[in-house]
């Protein structure tokens, strides 16, 4: 098995990124993952460790859940892949489930194979219908590295090298309401937000700002895409994020745990009467392999379970319980901790310093948890793990959590 190791680390370094290989070396993360289970995860060697990044989100029963694992299967042996000219069961069944259990009238779905996929769909689909062009969206937002999604994401160190991406994009702080009122007009076709930033840092908003994000959208009869690709299906503790707020969209997007962590699927939700343009012109939008069986049967699979073992309580009350120890924690160490914040088993520990941050991930994974960065804030590192996390799991989290601090205080002393 260690030739085997070896074989990989050097096939990264030649063929696959050698700049990525070099700093999971540096992080001591470059370890070959074998198999996995639940909440733990082995590498080559036999080691263990509990998945407490799973997958920004996409892991949310855990890796290789077995209800959605025997879905699959059986769905292999009766037809992988759509003809694409015929009508697909599982598709159609998915888009039921999707209308029945997203908020508000949103009824009609695309179902494709990605976050940035569906970013994508939604912005053809807001410029199309109000037939605008002009896009707002956040600074520090994260929406996907696909050319349309690219534009809109608010990190400029992704989207200066591709410049010019999409004309008409516009920025704005994010829980800044005044800086949107100034900025949305009768040219603006949508708005898109995350509910919660992920990327960002785990950016929770105000507790009023989504509300009045939809008012100013209603006023200017500008479209609200809100990107619960993350945050979606029971990750913050209630189905949807936007329900916190009691806010609904007028298009919502959904990917990651969609597939139940066994298939790539996203999709791209809205009302009958925005979709009115798409079923009119069927072939404006489309996807040789969204929408496959494979991909639906996962993503039934997953919705079901979420309801079946009542996950989207049972990850709010144990997401209080991490969110509260953490912030123990936090005050032990607030030498070196900012802050920590998060809905549900969404969680970011802001660091003051952010090496202080790759040094508790290097312990965290000599400790047996695996934990990452948030992607356009290196300083918060965050905890997403399954939401079949037990709370003996979460104790042994903590315990291992607090080592590696105590860890980082002796290194930056």
């Given at each position: ?57 996409t ?9 959605v ?49 569906a ?42 090298p ?18 949107l ?8 076709a ?19 700002y ?13 479209l ?47 009302s ?9 012109n ?14 639906c ?17 049972s990850t709010?009350?144990?997401?209080d ?39 508790l ?53």
């Amino acid at each position: 098995m260690e030739d085997l190791a070896k074989t990989t680390r050097g096939n990264y370094e030649e063929y696959v990124n050698s700049g990525l290989t070099r700093l999971l070396k540096f992080m001591g993360l470059d370890k070959v993952e074998w198999e996995a289970e639940a909440l733990t995860v082995k590498d080559i060697n036999g080691d263990e460790y509990l998945d407490c990044l799973g997958g920004y989100g996409t892991f949310i029963l855990g890796h290789k859940p077995p209800k959605v694992v025997e879905a699959v299967k059986e769905q292999l042996d009766l037809m992988p892949l759509s003809s694409k000219i015929l009508l697909n069961q599982p598709l159609a069944q998915l888009a039921e489930e999707l209308a029945r259990i997203t908020p508000g009238d949103l009824k009609y779905s695309f179902i494709c194979n990605s976050g940035t996929e569906a970013v994508e769909g939604a912005l053809k689909l807001a410029r199309l219908v109000t037939g605008r062009s002009k896009i707002i969206t956040t600074e520090n937002s994260f929406h996907g590295k696909s050319y349309g999604a690219l534009s809109v994401t608010g990190r400029e160190v992704f989207r200066k090298p591709f410049e010019p991406l999409l004309s008409e994009v516009e920025f704005v702080p994010f829980g800044d309401i005044n800086s949107l009122e100034e900025e949305i007009d009768y040219e603006t076709a949508a708005v898109i937000i995350e509910p919660i930033q992920g990327e960002g840092g785990i950016i929770l908003p105000p507790e009023d700002y989504l509300p009045q994000v939809r008012e100013l959208c209603d006023k200017y009869e500008t479209l609200l895409i809100l990107d619960e690709i993350q945050t979606g299906l029971g990750r913050t503790g209630e189905m949807f994020a936007c329900q916190h707020y009691e806010v609904t969209p007028d298009i919502l997007t959904l990917a990651k745990a969609l597939g139940g962590g066994v298939m790539p699927v996203g999709a791209v939700i809205a009302s009958a009467e925005l979709w009115e343009v798409f079923n009119q012109n069927p072939f404006l939008h489309t996807s040789t392999f969204g929408g496959n069986q494979l991909a639906c049967r996962a993503a039934l699979a997953t919705l079901k379970e979420i309801q079946n073992r009542n996950l989207v309580s049972s990850t709010q009350k144990l997401g209080d319980y991490l969110l509260d120890n953490l912030k123990e924690l936090a005050i032990k160490y607030s030498s070196v901790i900012q802050e920590v914040r998060g809905k549900g088993l969404m969680v970011g520990v802001e660091f003051k310093d952010e090496s202080y941050g790759g040094v508790l991930i290097s312990e965290l994974v000599k400790e047996g948890v695996l934990a990452a960065y948030t992607l356009n804030q290196q300083r918060v590192v965050r905890l997403e793990p399954p939401l079949i996390v037990t709370k003996r799991q979460l104790d042994s989290v903590l315990r291992k959590f607090d080592k590696a601090l105590s860890k980082v205080i002796e290194l930056a002393s």
